[in-house]
């Protein structure tokens, strides 16, 4: 499948796939996936990639109905100042395409922040490694899966 379900399925991870016919025309991925599953969009992560005081990459996980706040994921970085990405870095360093970036069986693990909203769910869908393929888990089971953190990130 992909490295992402194989971190999650090598880990004993209780999961579930889901896959669907992915609109290449599709404005926003995230908003795509929680239609086309038929699910609440505030339980579709999308994950984004920034750089932290301009040397450090980091992911930040928020819901498909939100945008992340670069003040807050910053702070929960314990950095200064976080930017949207360079495209080829991104690609690089997760070795996904954009659009299906998992948090899970990146190339290079990065340190990962997930808004503290996940913990209102029993579980949460995020990026399965590409487009069309989503993956739900348990918050806490997918911090444990990434060493991620809890933090709120989302615009106010």
Do not use: C
């Not at 070795?95 to 970036?101: E, H, K, S, T, W």
């Not at 069986?105 to 487009?131: E, M, P, W, Y």
């Amino acid at each position: 499948m992909t490295p992402g379900i194989d971190a999650a399925r090598t880990a004993g991870t209780e999961h579930r796939i889901h896959e669907y016919d992915h609109d290449p025309n599709s404005q926003s991925y995230g908003t795509e996936a929680a239609d086309k599953l038929a699910v609440d969009p505030a339980r579709v992560f999308k994950t984004l990639v920034v750089t932290i005081d301009g040397k450090e990459l980091v992911v930040g996980l928020v819901p498909v109905t939100t945008q992340l706040n670069l003040k807050r994921i910053a702070k929960a970085a314990r950095g200064k100042k976080a930017t949207m990405a360079e495209k080829a870095a991104v690609q690089r360093s997760t070795g996904y395409v954009l659009g299906g970036v998992s948090p899970l069986g990146q190339k290079r693990r990065l340190r990962s922040f997930i808004d503290d909203s996940a913990l209102g769910f029993d579980t949460i869908f995020v990026s399965a490694g590409r487009r069309g393929l989503e993956i739900e888990l348990a918050p806490a089971d997918l911090a444990g899966l990434v060493d991620g953190e809890f933090a709120e990130l989302r615009q106010p």
